[in-house]
């Protein structure tokens, strides 16, 4: 079952703010069997998500959004033995996340487009399945981004960008990006783009054991792992003859 719902409503011609909530609820049932024993599971999983964003604007000058979003997760697995007690299982498993976020937009000198924001979240997760029972961690980003438009005719657009995010696990990562876009004629468009990025692993693939007799596996997780860092290229070209043919290639 899931029931969600949006309000918004305009404070001013200016101002706006959306508020936006959703629960779900999810209830499987299965048997397994392992060897001579069967197994009665059930898995329930309930989700609750509330949101709210604020959005100021002066057209054609700036923009500003604030985003804040909190969400609770809990699921319970249950593993019952028809006739004995030796392969029962439950397991509870809570999850919390926060996040609040800010950017703010604006022209610059015409043809800079700045792009700035703060963003930072919490988790925290409690359950049978970690190593340790619980554990928390939280992460704060700043980005920038300038689209910066080069000329008036033959088009000609720069988008530098750059991302830094501090984790409580893992430190500091800086990922940088550059990309352009020119058009050399009214028909033909070329795009191109190079930057790094960054994931650190989640407490599930860290922590996370979790076993299942009645299929014969168990996953545990690796609390060795580092961050993934990747380097990523792109260019393509877009042309288009007449309002009704449009052709592309595109490599990566």
């Not at 959703?22 to 059930?42: F, N, Q």
């Not at 984790?167 to 783009?193: C, M, Y």
């Not at 690796?222 to 961050?227: E, V």
């Amino acid at each position: 079952y899931t029931f969600a719902g949006k309000f918004g409503f305009d404070i001013s011609d200016e101002f706006s703010i959306t508020t936006r909530g959703e629960y779900m609820h999810k209830k499987a049932e299965g048997v397994d069997v392992s060897g001579a024993a069967i197994l009665d599971r059930r898995n329930t999983t309930d989700t609750h998500t509330l949101g709210m964003t604020a959005h100021w604007k002066k057209p054609g000058f700036a923009n500003t959004t604030a985003r804040l979003s909190l969400s609770n997760f809990r699921d319970q697995f249950v593993y019952d033995q028809r006739g004995s007690s030796a392969m029962d299982d439950y397991q509870d498993t809570h999850q919390q996340l926060g996040l609040v976020g800010l950017q703010h937009d604006r022209y610059v000198m015409d043809n800079h487009y700045l792009s700035i924001g703060l963003e930072s979240s919490y988790e925290a997760m409690e359950s049978e399945r970690l190593n340790g029972g619980e554990g928390n961690r939280t992460r704060s980003s700043i980005y920038l981004q300038d689209e910066w438009e080069i000329g008036s005719k033959n088009l000609f657009v720069l988008l530098p960008g750059v991302r830094m995010d501090d984790d409580s696990q893992f430190g500091n990562h800086i990922s940088p990006k550059l990309s352009f876009r020119h058009d050399p004629t009214e028909k033909t468009t070329v795009r191109a783009s190079y930057g790094s990025g960054f994931r650190a692993p989640d407490f599930k693939e860290m922590y996370l054991l979790f076993e299942h007799p009645g299929v014969g596996y168990r996953i545990l997780g690796n609390p060795d792992l580092k961050p993934e860092t990747s380097l990523s290229s792109s260019i393509g070209i877009e042309y288009q003859p007449t309002s009704n043919l449009w052709f592309s290639v595109s490599g990566y």
